[in-house]
């Protein structure tokens, strides 16, 4: 049954949220007065659509139904988790409240958005305030899994439920153990945007200067290592005991002005706002946000190629996927061994593409690798089996390509075995988006013992499997383009 969420302020972190849920399977209903927020929202949308899918190496869910609603009272209606992101006035965020529990299912989580708020001052005077929790994401929402999440002592029995359905969504909930002005990470926010500021107002640095610093340098390690790791590292071997001790007296020197806050004066904030235009002016906002999805998703997959970081988030997501949806991991789990199985089903993530705005053609072979791969696991070459010393080295491939396809665009990949006796595995794959054939992939396969990296045979519990699915593709017809050279069509 496809789940309900209601997002209470379709601004930015809004639409963030609202694209999350949506493209996570959730039916999603907006309320939001501002008349230009259905627009909006379907511009947060297009690069949601564009870049999350990308993060993952198996297929969202089907996206869920979009709604707005010009009342909060309909919008409601039905919703087991209402998200609230209107502006940071405690007043109309408990008015918010207020309107909201009058009509909400008693059930229903209200999670704030707030980046300032404590739990306990959102909860004041509200009818049930065990549902009212802080949820405090990072832009793009859709993108980054960090959640801060914090509760009271009226909430507390329901803080894992939230946990789950945040994981669920392939976030990162942070329990903050207790409430506190800004929780934590904003914290370490204000006060780097506090030291840059005195740094502009004193003319020491420009805005382009200052991001340079950041992205250039610690905002490199910071994004894979954090900071405690980070410093441990630069402690050598003696690590975080020495490292304190060689730079923990400078914290006594007069570097920073962390206590103070620069006079948001006319004159500075021109001085930020011409510095900032000129920085990158040249793009409008939508294109920042494009380059920053794309390069976001390229270190996030990174990350993920490591099972590091917030790639560890994404790969314990992919695993939820995956039980979700369709792809087996053995054959007795495979629903119809007469017909090609389902061995890759994901969305083309965008540095798959190239400079004709395709996919690039070597991302066709990975898909067509990342298939074989699953027919192997299928049919028992699994991760344990080859540390025995088993596996299945490629040697010939031939790739037909037949039509282009652009990022974002679901695809799948059938396998059909044409052979699969003795030390050989013969694969023939189709790459789909929807109905339409996309391209073709034949695959020799040799059985290799990896202590003399020789062929052999597999062991019994590979060559069966192997033996009992090519069997039943054998009635399957020979694919059009099988054993067809390059330039001859099959």
């Not at 405690?228 to 007296?249: D, V």
Request: charged residues 25%; negative net charge; proline residues 4%.
């Amino acid at each position: 049954m496809t789940q309900t969420a209601t997002i209470i302020g379709g601004g930015v972190i809004g639409g963030g949220w609202a694209a999350r849920f949506l493209l996570n399977g959730w039916n999603v209903q907006v309320f939001d007065p501002d008349p230009q927020a259905e627009r909006k929202i379907a511009e947060v949308l297009d690069n949601a659509r564009a870049s999350l899918p990308g993060l993952y190496d198996m297929a969202l869910p089907a996206e869920g139904r979009l709604s707005f609603h010009d009342d909060m009272a309909d919008a409601v209606k039905g919703a087991i988790w209402i998200q609230e992101s209107v502006p940071e006035r405690l007043d109309l965020k408990l008015k918010t409240y207020a309107t909201v529990q009058a009509h909400c299912a008693p059930e229903a989580v209200i999670g704030s958005s707030t980046s300032g708020f404590k739990p306990s001052e959102l909860q004041e005077g509200a009818a049930h305030p065990d549902q009212i929790v802080v949820c405090h994401p990072f832009n793009p929402v859709y993108l980054l899994p960090l959640i801060e999440v914090v509760g009271t002592s009226a909430n507390a029995d329901r803080l894992a439920e939230i946990e789950s359905t945040l994981r669920g969504l392939g976030m990162y909930p942070l329990m903050v153990r207790r409430e506190i002005d800004a929780h934590i990470a904003d914290r370490f926010l204000e006060a780097v945007w506090r030291e840059a500021l005195w740094l502009i107002r004193d003319g020491i640095a420009t805005t382009e200067e200052i991001d340079e610093a950041i992205r250039m340098g610690f905002g490199l390690r910071w994004a894979q290592m954090g900071l405690f790791e980070t410093y441990r590292i630069a402690g050598g071997e003696a690590g975080m005991r020495h490292f304190i001790e060689q730079f923990g007296p400078c914290l006594s020197w007069p570097w920073t002005k962390l206590m103070d806050v620069p006079e948001l004066t006319d004159d500075l904030i021109d001085q930020i706002a011409d510095q900032s235009d000129a920085q990158s002016g040249q793009y409008s906002i939508r294109e920042l946000e494009r380059h920053r999805d794309a390069n976001l998703v390229g270190m996030m997959r990174t990350l993920k190629a490591r099972d590091w970081g917030a790639g560890a988030v994404m790969n314990l997501h992919d695993k939820t996927l995956n039980q979700r949806g369709q792809i087996a991991d053995r054959l007795q789990d495979v629903a119809d061994i007469t017909r090609p199985v389902l061995t890759v089903d994901r969305a083309v993530p965008i540095d798959w593409t190239d400079y004709n705005g395709h996919m690039n053609e070597a991302r066709y072979l990975q898909a067509f690798g990342d298939a074989t791969d699953r027919l192997m696991l299928i049919v028992g070459c699994t991760p344990d089996y080859i540390a025995s010393g088993g596996s299945y080295f490629t040697a010939e491939t031939h790739i037909r390509h037949l039509d282009e396809v652009h990022a974002g665009a679901r695809i799948r990949v059938e396998t059909q075995v044409l052979a699969g006796a003795g030390k050989k595995m013969h694969l023939f794959h189709r790459m789909y988006e929807g109905d339409r054939l996309l391209a073709t992939g034949e695959h020799m396969l040799i059985h290799v013992s990896l202590e003399t990296r020789r062929a052999s045979d597999p062991a019994p519990q590979v060559a069966d499997p192997l033996a009992r699915l090519a069997t039943a593709h054998a009635a399957l017809d020979l694919p059009e383009g099988a054993g067809a050279a390059v330039g001859k069509r099959g």
